[in-house]
């Protein structure tokens, strides 16, 4: 056997290595049904050489990637690399943590995020929250809807109200489910059900962004495919970044990846390159399973 392997000509080696790519990409691509960058898309976002400490401790050495516009984009890699820091930095919720600080510049169209006129909190308005587990409110289905709005002006009266309830509930297509129960327990929803309300929460407050932090990770494989197939229906009015260690699932609802590693991005491209032919030895081990 080690004759043959040394013997082995260079067009079966060719064949050999279009073979495990190919199966990679199958693997790893077949069910994303929209799965490359568009060229054409502008970029919203622009982070540029953006470092960040947590007192003494660096989360981020200068990552600089962009986002698009109407795309998903997957933040990959091992825990505690720096993901989720980073999505924390685009809506500056790190602002409020003792002893963080950064350096390096974040543009959102064309803004940057930390000029003397930006004011924080409508900032963060223009990005909504989704966490890894739901965290629906000590109160109704309704309530859980119209809490944002309410406090951010966004209505002025019970049938602006209602109306914005149906319409962020229909969104996630969760109306049809509960619009005979909205003044139940929102707790009372399955955890599925819990999931896609406070991705209709977030869509109240009417944003351009939506964040995602492993949003599925709670949930069974039937309520994560309908999560799946909501992000991809909601890139056509948001622009959506994901944080997921389910690598099928970056595969699936990513136009785009950025593969992060002790605070580093060491790549960020069309999700198929990064899982096809990655450039690093690190993304081709995480894609490839060897380790994460």
């Known amino acids: 056997m080690a004759t043959q392997a040394l013997t082995l000509s260079p067009p079966a ?10 199966h990679r990409a199958d693997h790893a691509l077949r069910l994303g049904p929209h ?25 981020l050495k200068e990552v600089s990637l962009d986002i698009y516009a109407n795309e998903v984009v997957a933040f990959i890699g091992p825990s ?6 980073l999505l924390r930095c685009l809506n500056r919720t790190n602002d409020i943590v003792p002893g963080a600080r950064w350096e390096g510049q974040i543009r959102v169209d064309g803004t940057d995020i930390h000029a003397t006129d930006v004011d924080p909190p409508l900032l963060r308005r223009r990005f909504g929250w989704i966490a890894q587990r739901p965290n629906p409110f000590a109160m109704s289905i309704r309530g859980n809807i119209a809490y944002g709005p309410r406090i951010h002006g966004l209505v002025a009266s019970r049938a602006e ?20 129960r909205l003044d139940d327990s929102a707790s009372a929803l399955s955890i599925g ?20 932090d492993e949003p599925c990770s709670a ?23 994901v944080i997921t260690h389910n690598l099928q699932q ?28 990655p450039k690093t030895r690190r993304c081709e081990d995480f894609v490839s399973g060897r380790y994460g």
């Open 80 to 85: 505690g690399c720096g993901k989720t820091t």
């Open 161 to 180: 109200t209602d109306a914005l309830v149906e319409h962020s509930l229909s969104a996630v297509g969760l109306w049809k489910e509960v619009r005979d």
């Open 250 to 277: 970056a595969a699936r609802i990513a136009q785009r990846a950025a593969f992060f590693h002790l605070g580093e991005l060491l790549e960020v491209g069309d999700v198929r390159d990064i899982f096809v032919t």
């Open 35 to 59: 799965p490359a960058h568009s060229p054409g898309q502008r970029i919203r976002v622009a982070v540029e050489r953006l470092s960040f400490w947590y007192g003494a401790k660096q989360a």
């Open 193 to 212: 059900q819990q999931q896609r309300l406070c991705i209709a929460r977030a869509l109240a407050i009417s944003p351009d962004f939506l964040l995602m």
């Open 13 to 22: 080696a060719v064949a050999t290595v279009a073979a495990k790519a190919s």
């Open 219 to 241: 949930l069974d494989p039937v309520a994560t495919a309908v999560i799946e197939n909501l992000i991809d229906d909601l890139k056509a009015r948001y622009t959506i970044v």
